[in-house]
């Protein structure tokens, strides 16, 4: 076992590194990792399972029965089960556009009309989990439902968000100059004056009752219920959810089925206005796609006519209908292209003579001449009239012109755009349609072809554009054929156009192009149907124009649609004898032969009857081999016959009147029959064209037979071409579809035999027949099988429930069905992968199951028995599995069946082995000839359908055929798994409903065959994720998330304990591969997908047991106790076991909390330190976590507190793993340095960081800062028990764990955490006093400020940075491989450091790439900046959040100090406590919380002064510092609060010992400290808590008579002095040369206080630091160190430790001002004096190497050897070889760094005296210069030396060392000093 990976072994056994952290002792364990450790005697009872492994689920079912509720009603009654309307079947009427649904006239249909009307007008049969919508995967915490419920939040004060006004505070500026003169005119520590200032303040509000002596327990209950009074309820309303992808769990419901429609295009014909008007001109409109080659509508036709025209065509058209007097259309596009024309065509009434002729007057008079050519005019006037009256019904083409489209879309978009949308870029328009409408349609392919070039053809949202054409193209006789005219088209697009050259016709015509609205009123559809919205039928509407869609369209349809279009192209009479040369053709639909059966079914086109029943094509003069630009539109019926056919007859029309010549001569005769063997006759003809009157019976047969004694022109050659379109959602126009559907049709009437094509198809090749169809299905196109998709489907699977009847046998054809099914979906998958969600589900198939799909035979209100249902029927099997076999089974059929499916083999008897293989261990004691069984209500369904029960139930009979199948059919149906497991479960509910079992005990739902098939389905499908996840990821991603919602939804519906089993199976089957694995993540990853899809259940909580309280599992021995050597002893074993049962991953946690249990059980094992491979998943699984909280958070179910208590029950457990995580956690205290705070790292740390920034653990901070202790506390600096790096988790990642901690904490049942707290360990209560410190810092308040810094440039600069790389990665990957990618765990940040992770992908945010949502384009990181209104929000949240989780912690604390106030190691637990309050007060507070806090804290002083008066010198230290801090603050309240605690403390110090020397001490310490460093510090403030601390003191009658009131007195007017003094330096706040001088003056002014003076040493240090003078800050530090010393050396004999300040004169013999020698020198033994944390040992270390590290940075290289010579025996005292090892590493850099630059001595010079030039090289003669400039301007060296190091303030006024450096330097020179 030697070679096993760290990660195997930890699987194996219990976690290795929890048995060394016990052993060592080192580290605070949580007691659930502790007491479920297997070592020594103290064995608990629940050692068996170790994290890794899956634990038993209890039997939900049983345990609700034998565990029954106490309560009878009440919120918690509603934890206990489902509700009972937890599903329903809910049949929705579609939505109907239409005012009247289309539907065939006819009422008798043959039955694949009939299917296909139903499946176009039934209603949706959908299923609805009504809570769902309650899940974490409908409950994220989005933008808008976080507003929701950040309604009414109170604005929290904050003290840095408070500036003064402008007015009051110059007002303030000026009193304080006055005040500062005055304090300069009194000699310093003049009491008048101090007293004068204080006599004149005013106090803040005194507390009331302060002074009382109030029991402390009346104390605590008031405080908390002031704290708990008006709190916000939901602790996740105000942190923003984690910034994850889409959330794995998330599943859309999918989009209703409807009618697909491109981009709408409304186009308004105005006016079309020539230069005479002499005749009506009729015009149409059409779209053509130039490079497609392709006409991509209708036509439109329209007549702008004036009245008076119109009237010279009466005696020929017959009354117009409104529907055909249209102006505007509204044209979709679905492929938007630059190569897309709006062809406008214009034609007239047949006249004498060509085109040309016709059109010269067109093109020779002008309107303005009109008066000059009057005659000419009335002529043409009057020939006109005659043409109209005797030809009127003709017509001839005239004119054409083209619109491009696009130039018109583009131009309009700019014409008066807002900048806002100019900078929407082309590829964001462009998303927006496609999202918008082609979510649904488009295949791979096309969409890659619609997004190539096509980045601005975004039809949606241009601007309306009214366009006048001006020149038309006269056509060409010879020239009007489609390809003629994509030509023309072609060249229009070129510069120098043939067209231009041409002479135009002038005219104007006016049409409006704009986008068209959603819903426009007045609409018809291209069946000329009433779209809704027509409020009156006589106005006049607007057209929908059909789309003939240029590429492929992939929607299903939805409506009924049946639609013919002829286009007569061209015809040849060249060889045809007798005049035929101005020739029409008249196209007629007949439904016989006799000329009386035309049908009134084309429609017509403007200005005429809506339906006719002839068309006649427009006339070429004299042309006898005319072509023709036609398109004839006609209603097809819905039941054709084999004599329906189109007929087509040529005339000769004569222009010329003349005796006795008919109007129009019959010249030809051709027809197309319209069925083919049952099948649609379309495409491209060339046609014969008979000279005679076609004979009897002629429809049936095609004129391409050459029927005896008929003459043809041309000897029967085709002459007429012309083709037939049909747009029909009837007609598949597939053969193999047709095929399929004409077998199933024939089976339902039961007609033989059956003609399909050529064959006839008798009963008994029925079934061979059948099976091929089936599989030939695969070889149909694959858009018209999307087409029908719908009843194709429905259609499939009657086929498995009901299998049919052939020549007396049963045949069953489940397997080639479900065959069929499964590469039907594969096809689409693989086809069209831009139509998907993340899950990889089809949209379209998504659709189907929600919507359409149902149980046959179980719709409502089906009609009664008939041809089409079961009825009483022979040809269906419908009888139920029986004991008494029908006998047409017994026939031997063992051959035709078994290679069927081995359902149904001969021989009853003989098991399957395929699936008793899979099955395994279960008894398979079924034989195969089973089929599902059938509901026993058998006369239900029978009364609700009136139909006979279904004979097999579709879930049981697709469960079986899964597991039976193999081979590239089972692989086919894995790689789309979702569909059947959504098509199952909608099954399974559809069979509860109608077997009225929805409310039936969970156990007696389903038949034990069928939950083994899903056992055996389940554990196979596991088995293929765990073998194949390496190889096919993406495919096992999809499969694994499948699985887990169809485990989800069984949850709803079958024995939960079952599914709780199927889960862990899962489980197990993962859990025995990821011992073999090296790099577990990917797989371990799967199972958390796994797992956060499964716990997005709506009822988690109550799945979870929430109401159970656990109870121990029976004890193996009697004598196995749990108590360990930790817990206390106050609670008896029992309830020790029980509450520790509860906080810890025990096994009866593990088992009644099951997926709570999974949840916790991962958190835990992939946060372990030594979980190797795991840490790329910390973020995804703390982010499961996080996601279920804030889910519950907000879940209006759980609003109740008692409710939300055993919420947070089931997550106690989390307490004690997040306590584990301690050392990994992103510490904060780090981060949040912008007040100047210390950045504390470990020693440790700091070390092993490698870094160059000074060690800071135990030396003071520097930065000017206030705080003496702020390091973390010492807890943090345990060393880790492995002894290895911890990797530490993301700020994010840290910050989510520390949210969910506080929401446990905030709603747990305060006496549980009580009764657990006292459990705990000293070491463990550390470590969660720990975590709280933590949380303090983690959810300070940023301010404003930060926010308004935030919204600046550097915000947008990173974020375009970012886009650019997303988009330079992106570039390649189309956006459907990165959606399905979205469930892959993203790395935080990848061991190896680097950005992307070795082994992760990482996954970008969506938002900020091209298939981002429309709505998400508000999202604010689109915004260049957000506004003041959004930052003012963020603020508010912000402090709130702040406020809440402080209080949270506040109350853990009180929680925390009751538990420990009775025990005996509370001395180390209290200074803890303290330590997390003192930090909460350093960080940016509300108001609100500090009253809390600083009530807390007056409440902890007095029941313990002993802490702080005995023990906690630093604390107490602390807690004037910040409680001097607040008595500065600008608001009232929060001085109120800090005056009245820090009197309370004078009082509690006094009271012990009649003197409070130890405060006055800390007080007038922190005081300097406080007003020598911070920034915002306001005296005034300051003076006004003094005067409140001294009217405390008048007021206090107890104390009157002592000598406390007069000692406070004197430490006030002290402070006020102090306060006084350094007034002058706020001055001089901006000049920092004085400022120094004056910390220096007030420095030597605490010459007989070491503390005082240590902290403005300190403090000159930080300043000098600040301005990186590093030389002057190193100097501040030695004699820093200096002062310890002195002190040490009085209060330690210890030989290695330096004896005072002499030590330290070779780095600067100024240091000697730091000796204690005169009279007045305290002593340190004296309470109070040199008792801050830097006069120790350690302190004095910290100082030296602060010192050298500023040396260092100052490039003094020297004084750093000097400083480390003090520094080395104290580590040699130590045996500190790690130390020393750093130490001579850094000997051995400065050193050589001086080598390095001392080559040359006039480097060296240049090097000192101008470190920021040296534009010469140091061989110049220059540099001779240079040290003859410096010693004039500075004088001798020994003026240099003579200068005091504090006055240093820029580094040319070197110190002391430099002038030994330069004195040394001068003597190699040979220059002495006098000759300056």
């Known amino acids: 076992m030697a070679e096993r990976r760290a990660f195997a072994q930890k699987i194996s056994r219990t976690v290795a590194a929890e048995v060394r952290k016990q052993i060592s002792g080192q580290y605070g364990g949580s007691p659930q990792l502790l007491k479920n450790l297997n070592i020594g005697g103290s064995v608990s009872h629940h050692t068996s399972v170790p994290l890794t492994e899956a634990v038993d689920p209890v039997d939900l079912e049983d345990y609700l029965i034998t565990h029954p509720l106490a309560v009878e009603s009440g919120p918690l009654r509603d934890l206990l089960e489902f509700p009972p309307d937890d599903i329903e079947v809910v049949y929705t009427p579609r939505e109907c556009r239409t005012l009247v649904s289309a539907v065939p006239e006819e009422s008798e249909m043959d039955p694949h009309v009939r299917d296909c009307v139903r499946s176009y007008t039934e209603d949706w049969a959908i299923v609805n989990r009504k809570y769902h919508k309650l899940g974490t995967g409908f409950n994220p915490n989005t933008l808008d439902k976080q507003k929701e419920r950040q309604k009414g939040l109170p604005k929290q004060i904050f003290e840095s968000d408070e500036a003064p006004d402008g007015n009051s505070y110059q007002d303030e500026q000026d009193d304080l100059k006055r005040r500062s003169m005055s304090i300069d005119d009194t000699p310093r520590g003049s009491w008048a004056c101090s007293i004068f200032d204080l006599k004149n303040s005013l106090p803040d509000a005194l507390l009331p009752n302060l002074l009382d002596r109030t029991p402390n327990e009346e104390i605590d209950h008031h405080n908390e219920d002031q704290r708990k009074s008006s709190r916000h309820k939901e602790l996740f309303a105000l942190h923003p959810a984690p910034d994850e992808e889409e959330p794995i769990e998330r599943l859309s419901v999918p989009e209703v089925p409807k009618e697909h429609f491109g981009q709408r295009l409304l186009v308004k014909c105005l006016s079309l206005k020539f230069e005479i008007e002499i005749e009506p001109i009729f015009a149409s409109l059409a779209l053509y796609d130039v490079k497609e080659k392709k006409k991509i509508s209708e036509n439109f036709y329209f007549d702008l006519n004036s009245e008076q025209m119109k009237g010279m065509l009466r005696p020929h058209v017959p009354p117009a209908a409104i529907s055909t007097l249209a102006r505007s259309a509204i044209f979709s596009i679905t492929y938007p292209s630059q190569d897309v024309f709006l062809v406008i065509k214009l034609e007239k009434v047949l006249q004498q003579g060509d085109i040309g002729e016709c059109a010269e007057p067109y093109m020779i008079f002008k309107e303005s001449d009109a008066a000059k050519n009057k005659e000419k005019l009335e002529k043409l006037k009057g020939q006109a009239e005659q043409f109209c009256q005797r030809l009127g019904k003709y017509r001839m083409p005239f004119a054409w012109t083209a619109i491009h489209l696009m130039n018109i879309v583009s131009s309009a978009g700019s014409l008066e755009r807002d900048s806002t949308e100019v900078e929407v870029g082309t590829g964001e328009r462009k998303g927006s349609w496609s999202e918008r409408r082609n979510s649904s349609i488009v295949g791979r392919r096309s969409l890659e072809r619609t997004t190539s070039g096509d980045e601005a053809c975004n039809l949606s949202s241009f601007r309306p554009a009214t366009l006048t054409v001006t020149n038309f193209f006269k056509q060409e006789g010879d020239r009007l054929s489609d390809e003629d005219l994509y030509k023309f088209l072609a060249d229009m697009r070129r510069p120098s156009s043939v067209l231009r050259r041409l002479r135009p016709i002038t005219a104007q015509l006016k049409i409006d192009i704009s986008p068209a609205p959603e819903n426009p009123h007045y609409c018809l559809t291209p069946e000329l149907l009433q779209v809704k919205l027509y409020p009156d039928s006589r106005v006049r509407p607007t057209r929908e124009i059909l789309e003939f869609p240029a590429r492929d369209v992939y929607v299903p349809n939805t409506t009924y649609r049946n639609l013919l279009y002829v286009y007569p192209q061209s015809l040849n009479f060249a060889n045809r004898q007798g005049s035929a040369r101005n020739i029409t053709v008249k196209v007629q639909f007949m439904y016989g032969e006799d000329p009386s059966n035309a049908m009134p079914v084309i429609f017509g086109k403007s200005s005429c009857p809506e339906f006719s029943k002839e068309a006649y094509t427009a006339v070429v003069y004299h042309n006898r081999s005319p072509d023709f630009h036609e398109e004839i539109k006609i209603k097809l019926p819905a039941t054709l016959t084999d004599h329906h056919h189109l007929l087509f007859t040529f005339y000769h029309v004569s ?676 975590l709280l410190y933590l949380c303090v810092s983690c959810f300070e308040y940023k301010g404003k400020k930060v926010f308004e810094r935030m919204n600046s440039l550097t915000f947008k600069k990173s974020k375009d940075m970012r886009a650019k790389l997303e988009e330079a990665i992106l570039g390649s990957i189309g956006a459907r491989q990165e959606m399905v990618r979205r469930s892959r765990g993203q790395l935080e940040r990848s061991p190896s450091g680097s950005a992307f992770g070795s082994q992760e992908n990482l996954r970008w945010r969506k938002d900020m790439t091209h298939w981002r949502q429309n709505t998400e384009k508000l999202d604010k990181s689109h915004k260049p900046a957000r506004s003041r209104a959004e930052i003012e929000h963020e603020a508010l949240i912000d402090g709130n959040l702040a406020t809440e989780a402080n209080l949270i912690i506040l109350d853990t604390l009180e929680i925390v100090v009751q538990t420990v106030s009775v025990t005996e190691s509370k001395e180390s637990i209290l200074g803890g406590v303290l330590k997390v309050l003192l930090h909460s007060m350093a960080c940016n507070q509300s108001a609100l919380y500090l009253q809390h806090c600083f009530a807390t804290q007056r409440a902890l002083v007095s029941k313990f002064p002993e802490l702080l008066f005995e023990e906690e010198t630093e604390q107490c230290a602390d807690l004037c510092l910040r409680l001097l801090r607040h008595c500065s603050s600008s608001i009232s309240t929060i001085r109120s609060h800090a005056s009245a605690s820090l009197y309370l403390l004078m009082r509690q110090n006094f009271e012990i010992g009649n003197n409070f020397a130890r405060v006055k001490m800390q007080v007038t310490m922190s005081l300097s400290s406080l007003v020598g460093t911070s920034q915002n510090f306001n005296e005034e403030f300051l003076r006004r808590s003094l005067k409140t601390i001294l009217t405390y003191a008048e007021e206090d009658l107890e104390l009157r008579e002592t000598t406390f009131p007069d000692q406070v007195q004197d430490l006030v007017f002290n402070l006020h002095m102090i306060l006084s003094d350094t007034v002058k330096m706020k001055e001089h706040q901006e000049d920092p040369e004085m400022l120094i001088d004056l910390m220096y003056r007030i420095a030597k002014g605490y010459q007989n206080s070491p503390d005082l003076r240590l902290t403005w040493l300190q403090n000159m240090a930080g300043k000098h630091s600040e301005r990186s003078n590093h030389a002057e800050s190193a100097q501040c530090l030695v004699h820093s160190a200096a002062l310890v010393a002195e002190y040490l050396s009085m209060l330690e004999d210890r030989k290695y430790l330096p004896v005072g300040c002499v030590t330290f004169q070779n780095i600067s013999s100024n240091v000697l001002e730091e000796s204690a020698v005169s009279d007045d020198v305290v002593s340190p033994d004296e309470e109070g004096i040199c008792s801050g944390k830097y006069f120790t040992e350690a302190g004095l270390v910290g100082l030296l190497e602060q010192a050298a590290a500023s040396f260092s940075m100052a490039g003094m290289y020297e004084a750093v050897n000097e400083v480390y010579k003090v520094l080395i025996p104290i580590h040699e005292a130590n045996r500190d070889a790690k130390k020393l090892s750093t130490i001579h590493g850094k000997l051995q850099e400065a050193f050589s760094k001086i080598v390095h630059q001392s080559t040359g001595w006039e480097f060296l010079l240049v090097e000192f005296f101008f470190p920021f030039s040296a534009p010469f090289p140091p061989t110049s003669p220059f540099c001779f210069l240079v040290v003859f400039f410096f010693l004039f301007y500075c004088g001798t060296p020994n003026f240099i030396l003579a200068k005091s190091y504090a006055n240093s303030s820029t580094p040319l006024r070197a110190q002391g060392m430099w002038c030994c450096q330069l004195q040394a330097l001068l003597s190699v020179l040979s220059l002495a000093p006098e000759h300056s």
């Open 655 to 1330: 222009c010329q009147q003349k005796q006795n010549t008919p109007l129009e001569t019959p010249v030809g005769y051709t027809w197309i029959p319209m069925l083919q063997n049952g099948r649609l006759k379309t495409g491209q003809f060339c046609l014969p064209v008979s000279l005679e009157k076609p004979p009897q019976a002629y429809s049936v047969l095609s004129p391409e037979v050459p029927l005896p004694g008929m003459k043809w022109v041309d000897n029967h050659k085709g002459v007429f071409n012309v083709e037939v379109v049909a747009v029909s959602s009837l007609h598949t126009q597939d053969p193999y579809l047709d095929k399929f559907f004409a077998l199933v049709h024939a089976l339902d009437e039961h007609m033989f035999p059956v003609r399909i094509g050529d064959m006839r198809i008798m009963e008994n090749n029925l079934e061979n027949e059948l099976k091929s169809s089936i599989s030939a299905l695969n070889s149909s196109q694959l858009e018209p099988v999307v087409r029908f998709l719908h009843l194709l489907l429905d259609k499939l699977i009657l086929l498995v429930v009901r299998p049919p009847v052939i020549a007396g046998q049963i045949v069953n054809l489940g397997q080639a069905s479900f065959e069929a099914m499964a590469s039907i979906i594969n096809r689409l998958h693989k086809n069209l992968d831009g139509n998907q969600d993340q899950h990889g589900r089809n949209s379209l198939l998504a659709s189907y199951i929600y919507y359409v799909f149902r149980l046959p035979n179980t719709y409502p209100n089906s009609p009664s028995p008939g041809p089409g249902g079961l009825g009483g029927s022979v040809h269906y099997a419908t009888m139920a599995r029986s004991a008494v076999r029908p006998a047409s089974l017994n026939l031997n059929r063992s051959r035709s069946l078994s290679n069927s499916n081995p359902d149904i083999s001969g021989t009853p008897t003989s098991p399957d082995d395929e699936v008793r293989s899979i099955i395994g261990t279960k008894a398979t004691d079924r034989s195969c000839n089973r089929m599902s069984s059938h509901t026993e209500t058998s006369s239900f369904l029978q009364t609700l359908t009136g139909r006979l029960p279904t004979k097999k139930l579709f879930h049981e009979e697709l469960a079986l055929q899964w597991v039976v199948c193999s081979g590239s059919v089972r692989e086919a149906a894995l790689q789309q798994a979702w569909f059947f497991f959504e098509l199952m479960v909608k099954s399974m509910v559809h069979h509860l409903y109608f077997a009225d079992k929805l409310d039936a005990p969970r156990k007696n739902r389903f038949p034990e065959r069928f939950m083994d098939d899903v056992s055996a389905l389940v554990s196979t499908i596991a088995g293929d994720i765990v073998s194949r996840f390496q190889k096919d990821t993406e495919m096992v991603e999809r499969l694994n998330t499948s699985l887990a919602f169809f485990l989800n939804d069984l949850l709803s519906i079958m024995d939960r304990g079952f599914v709780f089993a199927l889960i862990k199976t899962c489980y197990k089957q993962v859990s025995s591969k990821l011992y073999s694995l090296t790099n577990p993540s990917n797989l371990a990853s799967l199972r958390l997908d796994f797992l956060r899809i499964i716990c997005s259940h709506e009822h988690y909580v109550t799945l979870n047991l929430p109401c159970s309280l656990l109870t121990p599992p029976a004890s193996p021995s009697p004598s196995v106790s749990s108590a360990t050597s930790q817990s206390s002893g106050f609670s008896t074993n029992v309830q020790d076991q029980k509450i520790a049962n509860m906080f810890e991953l025990s096994l009866p946690f593990r088992q009644q909390h099951y997926l709570a249990g999974l949840v916790l059980t991962e958190l835990a094992v992939i946060l372990d330190p030594d979980a190797e491979g795991l840490f790329g998943l910390h973020k995804k699984v703390i982010n499961m976590v996080h996601n279920l909280l804030s889910s519950h958070d907000s879940d209006p179910r759980y609003a109740d507190p008692q409710v939300k208590a055993r919420v947070a029950m089931l997550y106690l457990p989390l307490i004690g793993v997040i306590m584990e995580t301690v050392p990994q956690l992103y510490d904060f205290t780090e981060s949040h340095n912008q007040r100047g705070r210390p950045s504390c790292v470990a020693v440790d740390d700091y070390e092993s960081e490698g870094g160059s920034m000074i060690s800071q653990t135990v030396a003071m901070a520097i930065a000017g800062t206030s705080v003496p202790q702020l390091t973390r506390p010492s807890s943090f600096l345990l060393p880790s028990s492995s002894g290895r790096q911890h990797s530490t988790f993301s700020t994010e990642s840290s910050r989510s764990l520390l949210i969910c901690l506080l929401w446990v904490l905030k709603n747990a049942d305060e006496s549980v955490l009580q009764k657990w707290f006292t459990d705990l360990s000293v070491l463990q209560l550390n470590r969660l006093l720990d």
